[in-house]
């Protein structure tokens, strides 16, 4: 906008300067001189043929503004328009005048003021250089009526993308109506929009999380009337009941590894839960985490491929880092080719650290690569079962990265597998 007021006024003042030099058979001093020049001579002839009155008429049939420019005393050091006051400005601010003296026919004295008219200051002056210093005004004056015009329309649209990313990154607590409180415009009724978006996602995250933990509270009590049952059912049964009694205990853990799973998923997702933060050695925490679950993979078996860092400081929530990746390494291993095992990378940018975790397994197709973050979300239901999960797990490693500000996607490899990578900033005290 501001550019387009500048270059508005570049041309029209390029115009205005171009027609009226066309216009121009001299300049505008010269002709302004030329003109004083014949309203002297006629002065003089009026006081030589007139006398008093003759001078006074001739003076009157002046324009007021060439008027200005011209005094008479008469004989008695009166001025002829009354204009005596006038002429004593001028000459206290030490005007530049031309005075001649000239005699009536009765040989009285007669003294004509003529003032120098002033050159106009060089950014009211006609011409290229007075046209540059106006533009130059103009394009200061528009700027800092931009400058504020752009302020007033940027700060509310920063103040709500700030407030969108927070919201994005799972804080629904997030408000912005108290930044805009007295703006009753478009940005105003923005702003109140968004925190009732904000106050209904809140509401309804609120409402499933209360559902899941009531749920999950709710099956603890008679999954553990079932664990004793079994037990007084395996000393007081038959031989022939064994396989059935088998069965109902796989269930029963199953049952069990599930209401665990969501709790911890609602323990990771829940922003009530304070994010422990501290100073720990990233390199560490994935160097043991990789012997403990290696120990789990069958001897002979590539397992994890981890390369340590000498030393990789960090801050954050140790324990929520330690089960987003264990999740991540576990998911991994279970859908990998066994003899290709998983490749746990770690590297670092300048303001941002990426860990990788990829498998080789037969990959997933492109629409569910954004689906396998989402609570109870498997994408090979019979494959999942049949290895333990419940769709949980890399939904709890998706919280906990967003806990620290970071991002976590999935894309297959070229060559074959999955590739899961989580970004998390450097900086995450904010």
């Known amino acids: 906008m501001w550019l387009s007021i500048v270059g508005f006024s570049a041309t029209i003042g390029w115009l205005n300067d171009k027609l009226a030099r066309e216009q121009w058979a001299e300049e505008p001093a010269n002709t302004f001189s030329r003109g004083m020049f014949r309203i002297n001579q006629r002065a003089m002839r009026a006081i030589e043929m007139d006398d008093r009155k003759g001078l006074r008429d001739e003076l009157l049939g002046i324009p007021r503004m060439s008027r200005s420019h011209i005094y008479v005393l008469d004989f008695n050091g009166q001025e002829v328009l009354g204009r005596d006051e006038a002429l004593r400005q001028l000459k206290d601010r030490r005007t530049v005048m031309d005075i001649q ?74 408000r912005v109506g108290h930044t805009l409180p007295e703006r009753n415009d478009e940005f105003g009724q923005l702003a109140r929009d968004f925190d009732a978006m904000a106050s209904r996602l809140q509401a309804m995250q609120q409402a499933n999380r209360r559902l899941l933990q009531d749920v999950s509270h709710e099956l603890r009590s008679p999954l553990a009337r079932l664990t004793v049952a079994l037990e007084i059912a395996r000393k007081k049964g038959a031989p022939n009941v064994k396989s059935e009694l088998d069965r109902i205990e796989l269930e ?179």
Do not use: C
Request: aromatic letters at 6%; charged letters at 25%; a negative charge.
């Open 101 to 174: 003296t000239h005699e009536d026919s009765q040989g009285r004295p007669y003294t004509i003021y003529t003032v120098n008219r002033e050159p106009p200051s060089t950014i009211l002056a006609p011409g290229p250089a007075g046209t540059a210093l106006r533009l130059a005004a103009a394009a200061v004056i528009s700027a800092l009526i931009s400058f504020f015009l752009a302020r007033s329309l940027s700060m509310p649209l920063e103040q709500l993308s700030v407030a969108s990313r927070r919201i994005a990154a799972g804080d629904l607590n997030t």
């Open 252 to 430: 029963s853990e199953r049952l069990g590894a599930l209401v665990n799973d969501v709790l911890g998923l609602l323990r990771e997702s829940s922003e009530t839960v304070p994010k422990v933060d501290e100073e720990f050695d990233l390199d560490v925490l994935l160097d043991d985490l990789v012997d403990i679950v290696n120990y789990e993979v069958p001897e002979g078996k590539p397992g994890i491929a981890w390369k340590p860092e000498e030393s990789f400081p960090y801050h954050g929530d140790r324990e929520l880092l330690w089960r987003a990746m264990e999740n991540l390494l576990r998911n991994a291993l279970r859908h990998t080719d066994p003899d290709q095992g998983v490749i746990l990378k770690l590297e670092r940018e300048r303001k941002q650290v990426h860990l990788s975790v990829r498998d080789f397994g037969g990959g997933l197709p492109e629409a569910e690569l954004e689906k396998i973050f989402e609570p109870f979300y498997r994408v090979q239901e019979s494959r999942d079962r049949g290895s333990g999960g419940h769709g949980l797990g890399l939904s709890i490693a998706a919280n906990a990265v967003r806990r620290h500000g970071g991002r976590i996607v999935a894309r297959n490899a070229d060559d074959g597998g999955l590739i899961v990578q989580i970004s998390l900033p450097l900086d995450n005290r904010v």
